[in-house]
T-cell receptor, first 110, second 112 residues
Framework: EDKVVQSPLSLVVHEGDTVTLNCSYE??????LLWYKQEKKAPTFLFML????IEKKSGRLSSILDKKELFSILNITATQTGDSAIYLC??????????FGQGTRLTINP | NAGVTQTPKFRVLKTGQSMTLLCAQD?????MYWYRQDPGMGLRLIHY???????AKGEVPDGYNVSRLKKQNFLLGLESAAPSQTSVYFC???????????FGSGTRLTVV
């Protein structure tokens, strides 16, 4: 059975802290790994990773994939209250299928 | 650009009632998906479609039916609602099976 596991499930930090969110996977027919941010409603796309060791970066957010150890991390530096959200990791398999993890609920306190 | 529009946004059903959730996209996307999101479970794929007139089962298809009669619309039906179907339902679409999915804003369904 294809499985994506995120940790921690919940995290509370102070504004300005750096956080690291984890995503591990056990799947067949891996194609890519994606990160989404979900605030009040629809998930919005952050990154897609297909190759090991290549960091993707967007402002204070960055992510990297390790296909040997089957995990990815999402880093957020200098956190702001606007970073509070649920962060979803998903693995894309063949046949146009995405398998999601449970999500990490991140709360940034001022 | 409307993107992906879901209707209704909220609904309360009694056990045994039926309803249809509508997803409409104006981006000419081939692929459309229905997910449900439950606390602690992430998003789980119910059904999907790779083009007009096609549908396929996802991870949790039981109790649901779908239709894709027009390319821009993907309908999710519940024939006889059960409390276990209380959830938030998301529709998503993508142009060519690539994975920058566009999600709708969700439908919160409560079955009592």
């Amino acid at each position: 059975e294809d499985k994506v596991v995120q940790s921690p499930l919940s995290l509370v930090v102070h504004e300005g802290d750096t956080v690291t969110l984890n995503c591990s996977y056990e799947v067949t027919n891996f194609r890519s790994l994606l990160w989404y941010k979900q605030e009040k409603k629809a998930p919005t796309f952050l990154f897609m990773l297909t190759s090991s060791g290549i960091e993707k970066k967007s402002g204070r957010l960055s992510s990297i994939l390790d296909k040997k150890e089957l995990f990815s991390i999402l880093n957020i530096t200098a956190t702001q209250t606007g970073d509070s959200a649920i962060y979803l990791c998903a693995v894309a398999l063949g046949a146009q299928k995405l398998v999601f993890g449970q999500g990490t609920r991140l709360t940034i306190n001022p | 650009n409307a993107g992906v529009t879901q209707t209704p946004k909220f609904r309360v059903l009694k056990t045994g009632q039926s309803m249809t959730l509508l997803c409409a996209q104006d981006m000419n996307h081939e692929y459309m998906y229905w997910y449900r999101q439950d606390p602690g479970m992430g998003l789980r794929l119910i059904h999907y479609s790779v083009g007009e007139g096609t549908t396929a089962k996802g991870e949790v298809p039981d109790g649901y039916n779908v239709s894709r009669l027009k390319k821009q619309n993907f309908l999710l039906g519940l024939e006889s609602a059960a409390p276990s179907q209380t959830s938030v339902y998301f529709c998503a679409s993508t142009k060519d099976g690539s994975y920058g999915y566009t999600f709708g804003s969700g439908t919160r369904l409560t079955v009592v």
